[in-house]
């Protein structure tokens, strides 16, 4: 199908079909595979962010020092 003749039927639509394909495409464009190998793990997650191209100087580990007891709220 041509890109005009596409457009013709869609502006032919009653507005809650029009809604419907909105959304869809929106959806579309929001769940595309822009990330092919999406980490497991949040620590995997921010390894791979951009944060962690940081200068050395900036320690974003875990402090061993602290307790790692049971949560308590």
Known sequence: MVIPELEQQLLQ????????????LAQSLTTSNTHPEQPSKLSEFFRQSPLAELPEELDLSRDPSLPRDGFTP
Do not use: E, F, M, S
Not at 14 to 21: E, G, Q
């Open 13 to 24: 639509l009653p507005p809650n079909d029009k809604l419907y394909i909105i959304q869809l």
